[in-house]
């Protein structure tokens, strides 16, 4: 099959930018995708993560408190999965827990384990909601951390730095 088309990112003449998001070995390099396949699998697992955690939160206004953590945290989990057809697993794990970050890292990841405790543990919607919003603050500063003066930037404007 021919790669023509709007959707296909290589004919652009090498519009997809040198980024060191393709440097090294993705975790797919086994299956050997193109940089334009990587980037869509990256862009589906963000859609399909996404989507997860979109239908999680409707059965949680459905009364389904177990069904609404499994789903967003699979939609969580899925949106992480991701960033293997960018950077490779093994990477993103090293990235995740350098030290300007690991606060975040530990905090993102302990949070996803307590929206389970207060789904299932402890059947409590509303702590429930509290460790997703403490779970989606973390990643925020954990991405945050990827580009440069963010977090001052962020702390100065909510008056905080």
């Known amino acids: 099959m021919a ?3 709007w ?23 086994f299956l050997g995708l193109s940089r334009t ?17 979109i239908l999680g939160s409707v059965v949680l206004f459905l009364g389904q ?17 991701g960033t293997g057809f960018l950077i490779g697993f093994f990477k993103q794990l090293s990235l995740m827990f350098k030290p300007v970050r690991v606060v975040a890292t530990f905090v993102f990841l302990g949070s996803i384990g307590l ?18 919003i403490i779970e989606y603050l973390a990643y925020t500063w954990y991405t945050l951390s990827y580009i440069p003066y963010a977090r001052a930037a962020v702390t100065k404007a909510v008056g905080l730095g």
Do not use: Q
Not at 12 to 23: D, K, L, Q, Y
Not at 75 to 81: A, D, E, H, K, P
């Open 37 to 53: 396949t990587r980037l869509y699998g990256f862009g589906g697992c963000l859609v399909v993560g996404f989507l997860l955690s």
């Open 115 to 132: 929206v389970f405790v207060g789904a299932f543990v402890l059947r409590n919607e509303i702590l429930c909601l509290v460790f997703v």
């Open 7 to 29: 959707f296909n990112l290589e004919a652009a003449g090498g519009a997809i930018p040198e980024t060191h998001f393709f440097e090294g070995d993705s975790a797919f390099k």
């Open 65 to 81: 408190l177990g069904s609404f953590a499994i789903l967003y945290v699979m939609g969580t989990i899925v949106s992480l999965i």
């Open 3 to 5: 790669n023509k088309g």
